[in-house]
């Protein structure tokens, strides 16, 4: 293997010394980058991107070959990867979003669900081993899954953008069946990010994107609970070196206490807590990744540096913090927008690392 070039990344994610913040945003290659819109075409979708190495591999490389101040790549890919090998269906319609041909209502079909072959992921796994070997050491590779709890979501409702009723209606009235379904996902999901390590990935994070929709108890129950097994069965290094891993419960901020004690190297952060009173109450446990708000993007080069000073600030000196969105940067978004950002983060960053 060859020997990495920047491991800033790695390195703030163990909360050890770096001379800046390093940087990476969520969903950092998509539809606003218009070399991301040109291999789509040509794929023909956005499952063929996923499902061809060589896509994979192209799509993901063009943020780094556009911004050479990104700290880290991330596996070009999807959540809902996993119940589509599950055997859900899943399709996407163009502008409207994922869709699942069966979902998980009846009790006959969730007392069905069982882990699925990782054969069926395969493409997932070459993915991974082919950016690995086009990234040629420049930065690190994260690989990812979604969370118990959020594939659950996908695969009970069938489609995104709900509130999510038929699910907790099943937290509430059948957990058993809630906690079978998210059993298997957990499972499912260690095998996942495990053989992701093992064809490359560099440090592994799990997407909860709908955790913050549960009540105080339901959390812990539905979500944090499942998602402290998986951390407990991951891969711990790989090719000598430690695997971190980063758990990102959006809505989550209410209970970065219990999440920093599930295991894991470093929380996500949305937008909607002050980075520096996160780091008050659990950066002695965890590093930070996060949190602009991807809307600020929209703005103009100066708004954007100043959020960008805003939140070095308030995070403050020393180590441990990966700057980041605090969710998927929109397709909306003027590229030169982005870059003005990661710009600012690696001019500002410095003088916190002194
Ligand atoms: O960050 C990256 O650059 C890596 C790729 C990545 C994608 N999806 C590509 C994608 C990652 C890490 C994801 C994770 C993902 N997928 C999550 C968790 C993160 C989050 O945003 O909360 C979720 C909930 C999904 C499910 C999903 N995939 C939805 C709801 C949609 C449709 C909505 C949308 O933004 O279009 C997708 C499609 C998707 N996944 C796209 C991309 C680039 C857009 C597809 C297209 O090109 O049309």
Not at 305 to 317: D, F, N, Q
């Amino acid at each position: 293997m060859t020997t990495l070039q920047n491991d800033t990344f790695l390195k703030a994610l163990m909360r050890q010394p770096t001379d800046y913040t390093p940087v990476w945003m969520m969903r950092q290659a998509g539809r606003y980058l218009p070399e991301y819109r040109e291999s789509r075409k040509t794929a023909g979708s956005f499952m063929d991107l996923c499902m061809n190495a060589q896509f994979a591999t192209e799509v993901t490389l063009q943020p780094l070959d556009r911004y050479p101040e990104l700290d880290a790549a991330i596996l070009f890919s999807d959540i809902l990867t996993v119940p589509d090998a599950m055997g859900l269906g899943l399709s996407f319609e163009a502008g409207e979003g994922p869709k699942f041909e069966r979902t998980l209502q009846q009790e006959a079909d969730i007392k069905q669900l069982s882990v699925p072959d990782m054969a069926k992921l395969q493409y997932v796994f070459d993915a991974v081993s082919s950016i690995r070997k086009a990234l040629n050491g420049r930065v690190p590779l994260i690989g990812f899954s979604g969370s118990p709890w959020t594939l659950a979501t996908y695969m009970v409702e069938g489609k995104g953008g709900t509130d999510f009723l038929n699910t907790k209606k099943m937290a509430y009235a059948r957990p058993d069946l809630l906690h079978h379904i998210l059993e298997v996902n957990a499972q499912t999901i260690i095998q996942y990010l495990n053989a992701q390590i093992a064809a490359g990935a560099q440090a592994v994070m799990i997407f909860d994107s709908w955790g913050g929709a549960l009540s105080h108890n339901a959390y812990k129950e539905f979500s944090l609970n499942y998602m402290q097994k998986i951390v407990a069965g991951l891969t711990k290094t790989a090719e000598g070196k430690v695997v971190p891993s980063i758990v990102f419960t959006k809505g989550g901020a209410l209970w970065l206490e219990a999440q920093a004690a599930i295991g894991a190297d470093a929380l996500g952060l949305d937008w909607t807590v002050d980075i520096g009173q996160a780091r008050a109450r659990v950066g002695n446990k965890v590093a930070l990744q996060g949190n602009m708000d991807p809307a600020i993007l929209l703005s103009t080069p100066e708004a954007i540096e100043k959020e960008v000073a805003s939140i070095l600030a308030s995070y403050g000196h020393g180590h441990g913090h990966v700057f980041n969105l605090g969710h998927g940067i929109t397709q909306w978004t003027p590229p030169e927008n982005a870059g003005a950002m990661l710009a600012a983060v690696k001019k500002l960053s410095k003088a916190y690392h002194l």
